[in-house]
């Protein structure tokens, strides 16, 4: 079993960045390809941004360029540096976990989830 526990979320200007960081307890995700999605009021869960075990990244097209995804073995996390917040990316964010070292955006393909942290992005 693996708990993913999300944290940095918070209220930003449009404009700013944000860092949102996944710790992961319970085993070593090292092998693990990791996500993150979100979630906004009345809209269903989407992709925002992958990285496999190996660093391989993906990302939605209404983040790329502005999102960073990256992961820090040593410390068994995985981060999202988002930059140029806008309005629209105002959602509960998820991160994710699959017993696969690829990465996907399906989420369906993604085995343990956080329980989300809110970041909000005012005009």
């Known amino acids: 079993q693996v708990q993913l526990v999300e944290s940095g979320g918070g209220l930003v200007q449009a404009g700013g960045p944000l860092r949102l960081s996944c710790a992961a307890s319970g085993r070593t995700v090292t092998n693990s390809a990791m996500g993150w999605f979100r979630q906004a009021p009345g809209k269903e869960r989407e992709f925002v941004a992958a990285i496999s075990s190996g660093g391989s990244t993906l990302y939605a097209d209404s983040v790329k360029g502005r999102f960073t995804i990256s992961r820090d073995n040593a410390r068994n996390m995985v981060n999202l540096q988002m930059n140029s917040l806008k309005p629209e990316d105002t959602a509960v964010y998820y991160c994710?976990?699959?017993?696969?070292?690829?990465?996907?955006?399906?989420?369906?393909?993604?085995?343990?989830w956080g329980q989300g942290t809110q970041v909000t992005v005012s005009s």
């Open positions: 994710a976990a699959r017993g696969y070292r690829s990465a996907t955006s399906s989420a369906t393909g993604y085995d343990y």
